[in-house]
Protein backbone atom coordinates (compact mmCIF):
# COMPACT_ATOMS: atom_id res chain seq x y z
CA UNK A 1 0.00 0.00 0.00
CA UNK A 2 2.77 2.73 1.20
CA UNK A 3 4.57 2.01 -2.39
CA UNK A 4 2.10 1.17 -5.13
CA UNK A 5 -1.16 2.70 -3.64
CA UNK A 6 -4.61 1.08 -2.39
CA UNK A 7 -5.70 0.05 -5.96
CA UNK A 8 -2.67 -1.46 -7.09
CA UNK A 9 -1.75 -3.98 -4.02
CA UNK A 10 -3.71 -6.94 -4.39
CA UNK A 11 -4.80 -9.04 -1.93
CA UNK A 12 -2.10 -11.97 -2.81
CA UNK A 13 0.44 -9.31 -2.00
CA UNK A 14 -0.82 -8.59 1.14
CA UNK A 15 -1.15 -12.34 2.00
CA UNK A 16 1.89 -13.13 0.87
CA UNK A 17 3.43 -9.89 2.84
CA UNK A 18 1.46 -11.04 6.46
CA UNK A 19 1.97 -14.84 5.78
CA UNK A 20 -1.48 -14.87 6.30
CA UNK A 21 -4.03 -17.71 5.13
CA UNK A 22 -6.71 -16.26 2.63
CA UNK A 23 -9.62 -17.37 5.03
CA UNK A 24 -8.78 -15.92 7.79
CA UNK A 25 -8.42 -12.51 6.20
CA UNK A 26 -12.24 -12.69 5.02
CA UNK A 27 -13.05 -14.14 8.37
CA UNK A 28 -11.77 -10.72 10.19
CA UNK A 29 -12.79 -8.95 7.34
CA UNK A 30 -15.94 -9.99 5.41
CA UNK A 31 -16.03 -7.11 2.89
CA UNK A 32 -12.58 -7.96 1.92
CA UNK A 33 -9.76 -6.10 0.73
CA UNK A 34 -11.74 -2.48 0.91
CA UNK A 35 -12.56 -3.36 4.89
CA UNK A 36 -9.04 -4.64 5.50
CA UNK A 37 -7.64 -1.55 3.85
CA UNK A 38 -10.20 0.60 6.08
CA UNK A 39 -8.77 -0.68 9.30
CA UNK A 40 -4.91 -0.41 8.19
CA UNK A 41 -5.50 2.66 7.70
CA UNK A 42 -7.37 3.59 10.83
CA UNK A 43 -4.77 1.06 12.70
CA UNK A 44 -1.83 2.99 11.08
CA UNK A 45 -3.11 6.72 11.88
CA UNK A 46 -4.35 5.26 16.03
CA UNK A 47 -0.52 4.38 16.23
CA UNK A 48 0.99 7.66 14.50
CA UNK A 49 -0.95 9.90 16.75
CA UNK A 50 -0.11 8.20 20.23
CA UNK A 51 3.38 8.58 18.77
CA UNK A 52 3.10 11.87 17.90
CA UNK A 53 1.34 12.72 21.50
CA UNK A 54 3.75 10.74 23.55
CA UNK A 55 6.20 12.86 21.54
CA UNK A 56 4.59 16.85 22.10
CA UNK A 57 4.07 15.58 25.73
CA UNK A 58 8.27 15.36 26.48
CA UNK A 59 9.50 17.03 23.59
CA UNK A 60 9.82 20.93 22.04
CA UNK A 61 7.39 21.46 19.09
CA UNK A 62 10.58 22.07 17.12
CA UNK A 63 12.25 18.31 18.44
CA UNK A 64 9.35 16.63 17.73
CA UNK A 65 9.31 18.13 13.76
CA UNK A 66 12.73 17.15 13.61
CA UNK A 67 11.77 13.58 15.06
CA UNK A 68 9.57 12.95 12.62
CA UNK A 69 11.17 14.36 9.66
CA UNK A 70 14.02 11.88 10.49
CA UNK A 71 12.01 9.12 10.43
CA UNK A 72 10.48 9.99 7.59
CA UNK A 73 14.02 10.82 5.67
CA UNK A 74 14.74 7.25 6.93
CA UNK A 75 11.60 5.15 5.93
CA UNK A 76 12.43 6.72 2.16
CA UNK A 77 15.98 6.33 2.12
CA UNK A 78 15.34 2.55 3.37
CA UNK A 79 12.71 2.22 0.33
CA UNK A 80 15.04 3.65 -2.04
CA UNK A 81 11.94 6.40 -2.34
CA UNK A 82 9.45 3.82 -2.76
CA UNK A 83 7.19 3.61 0.48
CA UNK A 84 5.81 6.66 0.86
CA UNK A 85 2.73 7.21 3.77
CA UNK A 86 -0.25 5.20 3.65
CA UNK A 87 -2.32 7.26 4.88
CA UNK A 88 -1.91 9.71 1.81
CA UNK A 89 -2.23 5.78 -0.14
CA UNK A 90 -5.79 5.69 1.09
CA UNK A 91 -6.41 9.12 0.53
CA UNK A 92 -5.70 8.42 -3.02
CA UNK A 93 -7.75 5.33 -3.51
CA UNK A 94 -10.84 5.29 -6.06
CA UNK A 95 -13.57 6.97 -6.07
CA UNK A 96 -15.35 4.25 -5.01
CA UNK A 97 -13.32 3.05 -2.08
CA UNK A 98 -14.77 6.22 0.04
CA UNK A 99 -15.12 4.11 3.10
CA UNK A 100 -10.99 4.33 2.71
CA UNK A 101 -10.81 7.74 1.99
CA UNK A 102 -13.01 8.54 4.88
CA UNK A 103 -10.66 6.72 7.02
CA UNK A 104 -7.46 8.83 5.58
CA UNK A 105 -9.61 12.26 6.38
CA UNK A 106 -10.04 10.78 10.01
CA UNK A 107 -6.51 9.81 10.18
CA UNK A 108 -5.03 13.57 8.85
CA UNK A 109 -7.66 15.35 11.35
CA UNK A 110 -6.90 13.16 14.33
CA UNK A 111 -3.21 13.99 13.83
CA UNK A 112 -3.93 17.36 13.05
CA UNK A 113 -5.76 17.75 16.64
CA UNK A 114 -3.22 15.98 18.23
CA UNK A 115 -0.86 19.18 17.15
CA UNK A 116 -2.85 21.47 17.65
CA UNK A 117 -3.58 20.96 20.84
CA UNK A 118 0.40 20.73 21.99
CA UNK A 119 0.43 24.17 19.97
CA UNK A 120 -2.13 25.61 22.19
CA UNK A 121 -0.73 24.37 25.50
CA UNK A 122 1.79 26.69 24.92
CA UNK A 123 -0.26 29.35 25.14
CA UNK A 124 -1.43 29.63 21.43
CA UNK A 125 -4.68 31.04 20.53
CA UNK A 126 -6.95 27.76 20.20
CA UNK A 127 -8.37 28.66 16.60
CA UNK A 128 -4.53 29.30 15.66
CA UNK A 129 -2.96 26.71 17.20
CA UNK A 130 -5.63 23.90 15.27
CA UNK A 131 -4.85 25.86 12.10
CA UNK A 132 -1.28 25.24 12.74
CA UNK A 133 -1.99 21.86 13.39
CA UNK A 134 -3.69 20.95 10.05
CA UNK A 135 -0.82 23.01 8.10
CA UNK A 136 2.02 21.12 9.91
CA UNK A 137 0.08 17.74 8.63
CA UNK A 138 -0.21 19.02 5.09
CA UNK A 139 2.89 20.68 4.86
CA UNK A 140 4.69 17.46 5.62
CA UNK A 141 2.47 15.10 3.62
CA UNK A 142 3.37 17.41 0.64
CA UNK A 143 7.07 17.36 1.28
CA UNK A 144 6.97 13.00 2.20
CA UNK A 145 5.42 13.40 -1.55
CA UNK A 146 7.77 15.67 -3.28
CA UNK A 147 10.41 13.88 -1.69
CA UNK A 148 9.35 10.43 -3.58
CA UNK A 149 8.72 12.01 -6.63
CA UNK A 150 12.10 13.65 -6.88
CA UNK A 151 14.33 11.09 -5.22
CA UNK A 152 15.09 13.57 -2.78
CA UNK A 153 14.44 14.55 1.32
CA UNK A 154 15.25 18.08 0.22
CA UNK A 155 11.22 18.84 0.63
CA UNK A 156 11.44 17.55 4.14
CA UNK A 157 14.71 20.46 4.51
CA UNK A 158 12.57 22.83 3.49
CA UNK A 159 8.97 21.69 5.27
CA UNK A 160 11.41 21.52 8.15
CA UNK A 161 13.23 25.30 7.68
CA UNK A 162 9.13 27.02 7.06
CA UNK A 163 7.91 25.43 10.30
CA UNK A 164 10.88 25.76 12.45
CA UNK A 165 10.16 30.06 11.28
CA UNK A 166 6.70 29.62 11.57
CA UNK A 167 6.20 28.16 15.02
CA UNK A 168 8.91 30.36 16.62
CA UNK A 169 7.59 33.28 14.85
CA UNK A 170 3.92 32.13 16.72
CA UNK A 171 6.01 31.64 19.82
CA UNK A 172 4.95 27.87 20.03
CA UNK A 173 8.61 26.41 19.59
Request: hydrophobic content about 45%.
Amino acid sequence: MREYGVHATGLSDLLKRSNTARGSIYQHFPAGKAELMEQATLEAGRIIAARIEELTQVLPAEAVIDAFIDGWKQNLTDSSFAAGCPIVAAAQAAPDALAIREASAKVFADWARVIGRSIESKGIDAAVAASLGSFIVSSLEGAIIQCRSARSLQPLDDAKTGLMLLLRREGAD
